[in-house]
């Protein structure tokens, strides 16, 4: 309850700040990149102590003998959160090496800290405690970094400037991520919990696919940002058709290869009822179709955020007025196909106006290479739907 109730109120101004940071920063001179560092970090410090707050007000009213519990953990949300500026500062500067070791030690000591006292048949109590220390050594550090990376001083031109490139994909972020969310609710409303339980398990993407089409985004956004501050914005985009199908390449057979078998690895991890969960985890992976696009790169790149308001507010309604639309149709999978539908016309926005200004498609995707993969990716899941073929 403690991870979700912090998630919830962080996932959307994390991703937006820290993701907006890369282009942004590649687009500003020496002394203006040194300056941004620091007040970006300032930003999340100011939104870490207000989910803190109101992680211990809703500890507060709404599970009072466990008050405790959320104060502690407020401190977690307010001093760990602004550390995730120091995996950008890594890479933004170059520092791979380095942006691999603090990876590795920050999952690596958040799980042992919580895992182990637990499995010690010690208190949840002092878990959390150790996490405020943990979190306490990673903000300390992550100073150090600003110290030397970054100048260290308030600039309010310079937050209301970033803010305005921020709160667009801020936007974005929210209404995309309440959809999950607001999908569940449906499923709640209308069906049965053991219907809700099939859909919550299967209702996922396969996490390392989503990583790494989310981090080639998130690299070439500054990439192209960078080329187009230099007046090449072809070469930029060049390389992100370059990187990007290469990755296709990879994640369509992998995808393809998933669906075949995922109906034995759900056999495998749960229990009977929940098996029927491969159907709606394999309508998500379809979402790979849309995934393999990367107009948002573009965009960002550009920094034309403002395009995400109308976007993302389209993409809400569209998906919530097909996932009731479906349900009549295909039951529980229809609000999967409701995502996978909505996501897809999201692209399509977004790829339409890229061309309005001037990008089109084919400079940063393989169009004919992506469309052959997709063809056959989306003919596996109906072929193998239906009985036509399987492992």
Same mark, same amino acid.
């Given at each position: 309850?403690?991870?979700?109730?912090?998630?919830?109120?962080?996932?959307?101004?994390?991703?937006?700040?820290?993701?907006?940071?890369?282009?942004?920063?590649?687009?500003?001179?020496?002394?203006?990149?040194?300056?941004?560092?620091?007040?970006?970090?300032?930003?999340?410090?100011?939104?870490?102590?207000?989910?803190?707050?109101?992680?211990?007000?809703?500890?507060?009213?709404?599970?009072?003998?466990?008050?405790?519990?959320?104060?502690?953990?407020?401190?977690?949300?307010?001093?760990?959160?602004?550390?995730?500026?120091?995996?950008?500062?890594?890479?933004?500067?170059?520092?791979?090496?380095?942006?691999?070791?603090?990876?590795?030690?920050?999952?690596?000591?958040?799980?042992?800290?919580?895992?182990?006292?637990?499995?010690?048949?010690?208190? %949840?109590? &002092? !878990?959390?405690? @150790?996490?405020? +220390?943990? *979190?306490?050594?990673?903000? =300390? $550090?992550?100073?150090?970094?600003?110290?030397?990376?970054?100048?260290?001083?308030?600039?309010?031109?310079?937050?209301?400037?970033?803010?305005?490139?921020?709160?667009?994909?801020?936007?974005?972020?929210?209404?995309?991520?309440?959809?999950?969310?607001?999908?569940?609710?449906?499923?709640?409303?209308?069906?049965?919990?053991?219907?809700?339980?099939?859909?919550?398990?299967?209702?996922?993407?396969?996490?390392?696919? %989503?990583? &790494? !089409?989310?981090? @080639?985004?998130? +690299?070439? *956004?500054?990439?192209?940002? =960078? $080329?187009?501050?230099?007046?090449?914005?072809?070469?930029?985009?060049?390389?992100?058709?370059?990187?990007?199908?290469?990755?296709?390449?990879?994640?369509?057979?992998?995808?393809?290869?998933?669906?075949?078998?995922?109906?034995?690895?759900?056999?495998?991890?749960?229990?009977?009822?929940?098996?029927?969960?491969?159907?709606?985890?394999?309508?998500?992976?379809?979402?790979?179709?849309?995934?393999?696009?990367?107009?948002?790169?573009?965009?960002?790149? @550009?920094?034309?955020?403002?395009?995400?308001?109308?976007?993302?507010?389209?993409?809400?309604?569209?998906?919530?007025?097909?996932?009731?639309?479906?349900?009549?149709?295909?039951?529980?999978?229809?609000?999967?196909?409701?995502?996978?539908?909505?996501?897809?016309?999201?692209?399509?926005?977004?790829?339409?106006?890229?061309?309005?200004?001037?990008?089109?498609?084919?400079?940063?995707?393989?169009?004919?290479?992506?469309?052959?993969?997709?063809?056959?990716?989306?003919?596996?899941?109906?072929?193998?739907?239906?009985?036509?073929?399987?492992?």
């Amino acid at each position: 309850m403690l991870m979700l109730l912090s998630s919830s109120l962080t996932f959307f101004w994390v991703s937006s700040i820290t993701n907006t940071l890369i282009p942004f920063y590649n687009s500003c001179d020496e002394e203006k990149q040194k300056r941004i560092l620091f007040n970006a970090f300032a930003v999340l410090t100011i939104f870490s102590f207000l989910a803190g707050v109101v992680t211990a007000i809703i500890g507060h009213i709404k599970y009072p003998k466990d008050a405790d519990l959320f104060q502690m953990f407020a401190l977690v949300v307010f001093l760990n959160t602004p550390t995730y500026i120091a995996d950008y500062i890594f890479y933004l500067k170059g520092k791979y090496k380095s942006l691999i070791i603090w990876g590795v030690f920050s999952f690596a000591a958040h799980i042992i800290l919580l895992c182990v006292p637990l499995y010690m048949r010690q208190t %949840l109590n &002092l !878990a959390i405690n @150790l996490l405020v +220390i943990l *979190s306490m050594i990673k903000f =300390n $550090y992550t100073l150090i970094l600003l110290m030397k990376y970054a100048i260290v001083s308030f600039h309010t031109r310079l937050i209301q400037e970033f803010m305005r490139k921020v709160l667009p994909f801020l936007f974005s972020i929210l209404l995309a991520g309440s959809m999950d969310y607001i999908n569940s609710y449906i499923v709640e409303f209308y069906f049965t919990p053991v219907d809700f339980a099939i859909f919550r398990y299967g209702a996922k993407e396969l996490p390392i696919f %989503l990583i &790494l !089409a989310n981090s @080639l985004s998130n +690299i070439y *956004s500054g990439e192209i940002a =960078n $080329y187009n501050k230099n007046g090449n914005l072809a070469e930029g985009l060049a390389k992100l058709k370059a990187s990007s199908t290469r990755l296709m390449r990879w994640l369509f057979p992998a995808t393809i290869f998933l669906m075949l078998v995922s109906k034995y690895f759900f056999e495998l991890a749960y229990n009977k009822d929940l098996i029927q969960g491969y159907k709606i985890f394999n309508i998500y992976l379809l979402l790979i179709v849309s995934r393999m696009l990367f107009p948002q790169t573009v965009v960002m790149g @550009l920094m034309k955020n403002r395009i995400f308001y109308l976007v993302s507010s389209n993409y809400l309604i569209i998906n919530c007025i097909l996932s009731f639309w479906f349900i009549g149709i295909w039951g529980i999978e229809g609000i999967a196909y409701a995502t996978v539908i909505s996501f897809m016309i999201e692209k399509i926005l977004l790829i339409i106006y890229c061309k309005m200004e001037g990008v089109d498609v084919r400079k940063y995707t393989s169009l004919y290479e992506y469309l052959l993969y997709a063809g056959i990716t989306v003919a596996v899941f109906f072929l193998n739907l239906f009985g036509f073929i399987s492992i």
